[in-house]
């Protein structure tokens, strides 16, 4: 009985463990102490239907990070990182497709000004591990930093 009970409490603490390194939609506050953990600032906002939405900053600009697949504006099961780029004379539909055309990380579309705006969603449901969010947002990183020079930012 005390073996069961040992074994019992390994797994309970081992769940606990794994829960807490784990990174998750349904629970925007992992995500924030994730970026944070990471060295980035993260806030937490409201979107305009009351889904959470994190405000960060990378490669110099800011960022957000919306959730998608929310249940009355909890339990998200998705993600979907986002940032735009204000330009003086915008983008040419040509070099938002070459983008497209040749990356993996990241999708272009212009707004009605001809803005640029990259973006990339990720479907995270029941949460991702540490390790894997912090190679996610290296490699977003990594796509901005790369946009940019495309785009001559």
Sequence with gaps: M????????????SATVAQAQSVDPARPFSVIKA???????????????GDPRIESQLEG???????????????????KLSVGFDLNNGLTL???????????????????????????????????SGVLFEEMISRWSYAVSSFKDHINW
Excluded at 35 to 49: I, K, T
């Design 94 to 128: 040509q070099k938002a497709n070459e983008w497209n055309s040749e990356k993996l990380m990241g999708s272009v579309y212009l707004d009605d000004e001809s803005d640029p705006y990259l973006e990339h969603y990720i479907i995270a449901k029941g949460g991702v």
């Design 2 to 13: 005390r073996r069961t009970l040992l074994l019992l409490s390994f797994f309970l603490f």
């Design 61 to 79: 600009v800011d960022y957000y990070i919306w959730f998608y697949g929310c249940t009355d504006n909890a339990d998200c099961t998705s993600w």
């Design 35 to 49: 970026l944070q953990e990471m060295g980035y600032r993260a806030q937490l906002e409201v979107d305009s239907v």
